[in-house]
Nanobody, 116 residues
Framework: QVQLVESGGGLVQAGGSLRLSCAAS????????MGWYRQAPGKQRELVAK???????NYADSVKGRFTISRDNAKNTVYLQMNSLKPEDTAVYYC??????????WGQGTQVTVSS
């Protein structure tokens, strides 16, 4: 079973930047969705950004203009560049990868904490 391994979280001051990475432990056929979700304490998990077949990206309104999702197909890795971070961005961030034949996997989660 291919696993997803996240890295890049941490503590940063407001206005700072972090880059999250999510790497698959092996190759995944037919990926059609790679996304980042986040879950803050007491809140539901929400979709932050996604990149789908053809490279189309989509972002939550709260992060538009600040976050950028990208992928490296050769490395089966998806990234989330987060700039101008705000305290309300504090959450555990999870990557999610799906393919055309039902594969649906989640990373272990990485904590992002933004101090004011």
């Amino acid at each position: 079973q291919v696993q997803l391994v996240e890295s890049g979280g941490g503590l940063v001051q407001a206005g700072g930047s972090l880059r999250l990475s999510c790497a698959a432990s092996g190759s995944i056929f037919g990926i059609n969705f790679m996304g980042w979700y986040r879950q803050a304490p007491g809140k539901q998990r929400e979709l932050v950004a996604k990149i789908i077949t053809g490279g189309t990206t989509n972002y939550a309104d709260s992060v538009k203009g600040r976050f950028t999702i990208s992928r490296d197909n050769a490395k089966n890795t998806v990234y989330l560049q987060m700039n101008s971070l705000k305290p309300e961005d504090t959450a555990v961030y999870y990557c999610n990868v799906r393919n055309v034949v039902g594969y649906n996997a989640w990373g272990q989660g990485t904590q992002v904490t933004v101090s004011s």
